[in-house]
């Protein structure tokens, strides 16, 4: 094992990142080949298959990572939820494991804040394990309720009976998404356990035992190639273009159109290696049989029910709510039924401190360095200010009866195009610029990198939400918004009107005659109506001829 240390050192040294992070990647790359024998074994062995995932995670922490004193903090955290969801009840339980869960993994983030370093520590395994173990306590709290009191995905995700600690540990230890995620929840784990996952899928052959349809290798090696190519372009070009520009003497020397597009260049790449990390462990999970989410329409497989990113709507959202929906989804999905339904009394909406409280949790998950609480904090500011942005600016995009909250796609017109391109922009210009502390951290480097930009985005988002709430600027758009709306349907009713006015008119003199399915009236076509005629006269002639009244010519 010290070759092997000595290996990864030296391949470290020379790509110029630490030893440790190569073998991270070598983990990932490793849930591949693991992953096809894990789908092989049975389903009806379940056993094995948990202390498979068991095995193969331990693996990872002790064999590659050396992680042995960070295993034992995994292990508490999973032990103290187990006993808190089996001897306990009522919302005092998830509420409980979540506040002892985030303040342990808030001392890993303390433990590496005072000691940095460039090497793999568990902070990182925690905090997907942090989403894991609060989403599995409230699960099992919705288990405990009537089902009628649930939503949707409440009732899909709810646990009515405690499962076994064997269970339990293999959703903790599901080797391909333990390290960085994607997070899961207890009935997704056991659903590929059992393979339920597939119920309505054929299997993969005709001679095939097994439900896993086909298309999962196909799909996950895609993920694996643009994985290895997002993480070699970062390695490549991830250097050059970063954040820490601000600091550098050449910076502000440049006229600030040139530091703005920079900026955008610079956010690009510095995502691209989420991109790959997330990409390949997507792969893995793919792997396991993970991930199937139906059929398309022309039949093939979807395998996209595991993905964390969806690339191509981070990079050309419309508006930020579609930009943030498609970045680190299944944190979103986590933050979204662990805290913002959790803190939203029943029967209300959410309001804006609910937001607020969401995303200062988001942070906190993230760890304690200043410039993650500058981004979050940030970030609030901005979801609320494109909320009334989609609220009072994209209805006069719109038809004026378009239903503000309808989940139909609105006709793609030309104004509406123009509205989504501008958007695309604009979301681009402000998450580039908010991402900044994200990547340095600390607070000095974050100030003086937004400095640099002129505080862009926040003049842009704070002035927006002053003007519209402060200065009455929502009222004044949402009575323009309403008027238009008001228009729009008196004339509809004035149309309306007219024509049942014109089809009154042409019944009375005789144009225009009942519907044979019910009221409705219709005008006969000239051509049909004679049809008719010829048709009757020849009738009438045929049945006097045989009564006799009618002559032979």
């Given at each position: 094992?010290?070759?092997?240390?000595?290996?990864?050192?030296?391949?470290?040294?020379?790509?110029?990142?630490?030893?440790?992070?190569?073998?991270?990647?070598?983990?990932?790359?490793?849930?591949?080949?693991?992953?096809?024998?894990?789908?092989?074994?049975?389903?009806?062995?379940?056993?094995?298959?948990?202390?498979?995932?068991?095995?193969?995670?331990?693996?990872?922490?002790?064999?590659?990572?050396?992680?042995?004193?960070?295993?034992?903090?995994?292990?508490?955290?999973?032990?103290?939820?187990?006993?808190?969801?089996?001897?306990?009840?009522?919302?005092?339980?998830?509420?409980?494991?979540?506040?002892?869960?985030?303040?342990?993994?808030?001392?890993?983030?303390?433990?590496?804040?005072?000691?940095?370093?460039?090497?793999?520590?568990?902070?990182?395994p925690q905090m997907v394990l942090t989403m894991k173990l609060t989403t599995f306590a409230w699960n099992v709290y919705d288990g405990q309720q009537e089902i009628e009191s649930?939503?949707?995905?409440?009732?899909?995700?709810?646990?009515?009976?405690?499962?076994?600690?064997?269970?339990?540990?293999?959703?903790?230890?599901?080797?391909?998404?333990?390290?960085?995620?994607?997070?899961?929840?207890?009935?997704?784990?056991?659903?590929?356990?059992?393979?339920?996952?597939?119920?309505?899928?054929?299997?993969?052959?005709?001679?095939?035992?097994?439900?896993?349809?086909?298309?999962?290798?196909?799909?996950?090696?895609?993920?694996?190639?643009?994985?290895?190519?997002?993480?070699?372009?970062?390695?490549?070009?991830?250097?050059?273009?970063?954040?820490?520009?601000?600091?550098?003497?050449?910076?502000?020397?440049?006229?600030?159109?040139?530091?703005?597009?920079?900026?955008?260049?610079?956010?690009?790449?510095?995502?691209?290696?989420?991109?790959?990390?997330?990409?390949?462990?997507?792969?893995?999970?793919?792997?396991?049989?993970?991930?199937?989410?139906?059929?398309?329409?022309?039949?093939?497989?979807?395998?996209?029910?595991?993905?964390?990113?969806?690339?191509?709507?981070?990079?050309?959202?419309?508006?930020?709510?579609?930009?943030?929906?498609?970045?680190?989804?299944?944190?979103?999905?986590?933050?979204?039924?662990?805290?913002?339904?959790?803190?939203?009394?029943?029967?209300?909406?959410?309001?804006?401190?609910?937001?607020?409280?969401?995303?200062?949790?988001?942070?906190?998950?993230?760890?304690?360095?200043?410039?993650?609480?500058?981004?979050?904090?940030?970030?609030?500011?901005?979801?609320?200010?494109?909320?009334?942005?989609?609220?009072?600016?994209?209805?006069?995009?719109?038809?004026?009866?378009?239903?503000?909250?309808?989940?139909?796609?609105?006709?793609?017109?030309?104004?509406?195009?123009?509205?989504?391109?501008?958007?695309?922009?604009?979301?681009?210009?402000?998450?580039?610029?908010?991402?900044?502390?994200?990547?340095?951290?600390?607070?000095?480097?974050?100030?003086?990198?937004?400095?640099?930009?002129?505080?862009?985005?926040?003049?842009?988002?704070?002035?927006?939400?002053?003007?519209?709430?402060?200065?009455?600027?929502?009222?004044?758009?949402?009575?323009?918004?309403?008027?238009?709306?008001?228009?729009?349907?008196?004339?509809?009713?004035?149309?309306?009107?007219?024509?049942?006015?014109?089809?009154?008119?042409?019944?009375?003199?005789?144009?225009?005659?009942?519907?044979?399915?019910?009221?409705?009236?219709?005008?006969?076509?000239?051509?049909?109506?004679?049809?008719?005629?010829?048709?009757?006269?020849?009738?009438?002639?045929?049945?006097?001829?045989?009564?006799?009244?009618?002559?032979?010519?």
């Open positions: 094992m010290e070759a092997i240390d000595n290996f990864y050192d030296a391949a470290g040294a020379a790509a110029g990142v630490h030893g440790s992070q190569l073998k991270l990647l070598t983990c990932f790359v490793l849930s591949y080949p693991l992953g096809s024998v894990f789908v092989r074994i049975p389903k009806n062995q379940p056993a094995a298959k948990h202390l498979f995932s068991i095995g193969v995670t331990l693996f990872f922490l002790w064999g590659m990572l050396k992680l042995w004193i960070g295993s034992l903090n995994v292990f508490g955290s999973a032990l103290f939820t187990y006993f808190m969801a089996g001897n306990f009840r009522g919302r005092q339980m998830p509420w409980t494991v979540f506040g002892v869960v985030m303040g342990h993994l808030l001392i890993s983030h303390w433990i590496r804040y005072m000691w940095p370093s460039d090497a793999v520590e568990i902070s990182g649930l939503d949707e995905s409440q009732k899909e995700t709810r646990i009515p009976k405690l499962p076994s600690l064997l269970e339990f540990f293999g959703y903790v230890f599901y080797f391909p998404a333990f390290l960085i995620g994607p997070s899961l929840t207890f009935s997704e784990y056991m659903a590929l356990i059992d393979e339920t996952l597939y119920k309505d899928a054929a299997p993969a052959s005709p001679n095939s035992r097994k439900r896993v349809p086909v298309g999962r290798k196909r799909v996950a090696y895609q993920k694996l190639a643009f994985g290895i190519s997002c993480i070699a372009f970062f390695a490549l070009y991830g250097g050059k273009f970063n954040y820490t520009v601000a600091a550098a003497d050449w910076w502000m020397t440049k006229p600030f159109w040139y530091r703005l597009l920079y900026t955008q260049i610079v956010g690009v790449v510095q995502r691209i290696r989420y991109y790959g990390a997330w990409s390949l462990t997507e792969g893995g999970c793919i792997f396991t049989g993970l991930g199937f989410n139906g059929f398309n329409k022309d039949g093939s497989t979807r395998w996209d029910k595991a993905a964390n990113i969806n690339v191509m709507n981070i990079e050309f959202a419309p508006n930020v709510k579609v930009l943030l929906d498609n970045w680190n989804i299944n944190t979103n999905t986590w933050l979204r039924n662990s805290v913002y339904k959790r803190l939203t009394p029943p029967g209300k909406k959410p309001g804006s401190l609910v937001t607020m409280y969401t995303f200062m949790t988001s942070a906190i998950w993230h760890g304690i360095y200043p410039g993650y609480y500058l981004t979050f904090f940030f970030g609030g500011l901005v979801s609320s200010a494109a909320r009334q942005v989609r609220t009072y600016i994209r209805p006069f995009f719109l038809p004026a009866l378009f239903p503000a909250k309808s989940k139909v796609l609105p006709p793609q017109t030309l104004a509406k195009r123009l509205y989504d391109v501008v958007g695309t922009i604009a979301c681009l210009l402000v998450i580039n610029y908010m991402a900044a502390p994200f990547m340095l951290l600390e607070l000095g480097p974050s100030i003086k990198n937004w400095n640099t930009l002129f505080w862009y985005g926040h003049v842009t988002v704070i002035v927006w939400l002053v003007w519209g709430q402060s200065l009455g600027g929502f009222r004044w758009l949402g009575k323009l918004v309403k008027a238009r709306a008001e228009k729009a349907a008196s004339k509809e009713a004035l149309k309306v009107h007219m024509e049942m006015e014109e089809r009154e008119n042409k019944l009375a003199s005789g144009m225009m005659t009942p519907s044979s399915s019910g009221g409705t009236l219709v005008v006969p076509p000239f051509d049909v109506a004679m049809k008719g005629m010829e048709e009757a006269g020849d009738a009438l002639k045929q049945g006097l001829a045989k009564g006799g009244h009618v002559k032979k010519a």
